[in-house]
Structures are given as C-alpha cells and as structure tokens.
C-alpha cells in the first residue's frame, strides 16, 4: 500500500515549517518512490522548487485547514484507510492511521508571542492531531520534552528526529556566490521575539569580535531590533 503526505504546506508562503517540508519530501522521494502527495487543487507552489519528482495528487476543491480537516480525511477512509504523514504541526483529527510532526509548543509555553486567537487555535489543533496520531516526530529532546507536558503524549509514542542540512546549501560556491561579508555568522529566521534574536545580538555584541559580523536574514522587525535591552549596546 502506498505512503501519502499530507501536502498542505503546498498551499502556504514558504517559511521555516514549509521548508522544513518541501526539502524533507524532495529528498525522501529519491529513495522512497512510492510516496503521494495529496495536495488541495489550489495550490500556490513555490516557483523556486523544483517539484516535478514528487507524485503530487491534487484532491477536493477547499484550500488550508477546511481541506486538511475535512477532504483530506474523506479522501483517505474512502481508499482503504492508508497511512498518512503529516509534517507540519497539524493533521486531520478524525484520522488515525497517521503519524505527525511537531517542531515545537511556542504557542502554548509562551502565548504572548501569538495574539490570543492564534495561541488559542494551534492549542487546540496541535493537541488533537497529537491525540490522533499513531506516532508523534520532533525535533529536538527539549521538543519531546514539551510535548510529554502539554500534550501527554507518553514518550514511547514520540521519535526524535533532528533536522538536517539542505544539500543546495552544502553544495554552494565561492565561485558561484562570491563572499562580500568577510568572516562571519550567519542567522536565517523569522523576526520574531520567539526566536531569541535579542539573546544573539547581545551575545554578540559582548563578545566584541571584531574579526566577525553578525548577519542576521529576514524582514526587519521593530520589536527585535527597537528592544530596550538593546540600548545599552547602543550607548556604547
């Protein structure tokens, strides 16, 4: 029986979690050919990525979570129940037969970070796609451990799995890319309070490495960089 991929992520702007999923399902196919990937027929797929290796098959006619939580799931009892792998977050709570990766619980330890309507919704998803999922991926000890606490998922349902490099990254070149910065550390995230940019820049700034720079990629965000623990930085 084949394998099918909950291809939702098909439908969203590419950040951490979209990445995480596109790069994670172009390098399975090339050693596990007999995946599918159900995807809404709507789709915005990102023109950057090459995805005509996947076995993509568009089902229903809805988009984002009314499609994952409603079509998907009918689609599936409808063809023999098959398994299911979700790899971001959520997954069709009245399906069983399925495994679901969760990368963290940021919305539930630290709500602050979400507008309330937010925070409340992933609570409450997260939590039912952990309850009807066979088995429960993560990324990291600290992940699981979070997951134990919020979601009581016992640990012997719980793998983890660290992330890995993209092979596009390991295979740049200096020829190709000429190096314009000098030395330097590089930070590639979403700006966002949550992801401890404020840390970094003082540890940084501290250090006071003068033979390194610190670049930091992603949109500009006042509440990071404006941050008052900051300012002492500045005065110096």
Known sequence: MNIYVNANFLTKPVTGLERYALELSLATQNYQNDL???SPRKNSIDNHYDLSQLNILPVGNSKNYF???????????????PLLINLTNTAP???RNQVTVIHDLAFM??????????????????????????HIITVSSFSKSEIQK????????????????SSTILSLSKNEFPNEWGNYILAVATLEPRKNLVNLIKAFLKAGEDNYK?????????TVFNNPELEEFRKN
């Open 150 to 165: 919020y979601l009581h998922i016992p640990s012997a349902r719980i793998t983890v799995i660290p992330e890995g490099i």
């Open 109 to 134: 330890h630290n709500p602050a970070w979400y507008s309330r309507k937010a925070a409340l919704f992933f609570s409450w998803i997260v939590k039912q796609s952990a309850k009807a999922s066979k």
């Open 93 to 95: 709570v009245i399906y």
């Open 214 to 222: 610190l670049l930091i990629v992603g949109a500009s965000n006042s």
């Open 36 to 38: 599918i990937f159900l």
């Open 67 to 81: 499609w994952e939580q409603i079509e998907l799931p009918v689609y599936l009892l409808k063809n023999k129940k």
